[in-house]
Nanobody, 121 residues
């Protein structure tokens, strides 16, 4: 019943900013840690960062640290990925993934379909 959906992608120039959203919907309220991933054509999926459910603890990949910020709005069931100073190498499909808190097994319980981010030189 739980669904994650990303939005906010688009075409921008280097140095511009975008804010992606990851909205959780479903019949029941569920507590999820939310992580962001990206994958460019011909490349492996890469972890961008994430935020925990309980304490809003964040982590970021070195490649985006200082440029990207992840926040959570519990009232809207939405996690945001604010991307500043975008570079062409940030071009990818961005996915959010949810993990049920307390789960110790590897992997994620829910995935969004992704949103395209394209950064031109």
């Amino acid at each position: 019943q739980v669904r994650l959906e990303e939005s906010g992608g688009g075409l921008v120039q280097a140095g511009d900013s975008l804010r992606l959203s990851c909205t959780t919907s479903g019949l029941s309220v569920i507590a999820l840690d939310i992580d962001w991933f990206r994958q460019a054509p011909g490349k492996e999926r890469e972890s961008v960062g994430g935020i925990t459910w309980g304490n809003d603890r964040t982590h970021y990949a070195d490649s985006v640290k200082g440029r990207f910020t992840i926040t959570r709005d519990n009232a809207d069931n939405t996690v945001y990925l604010q991307m500043n100073s975008l570079r062409p190498e940030d071009t990818a499909v961005y996915h959010c993934a949810g993990r049920i808190i307390g789960r110790t097994a590897s992997g994620y319980d829910y995935w969004g379909l992704g949103t395209q981010v394209t950064v031109s030189s």
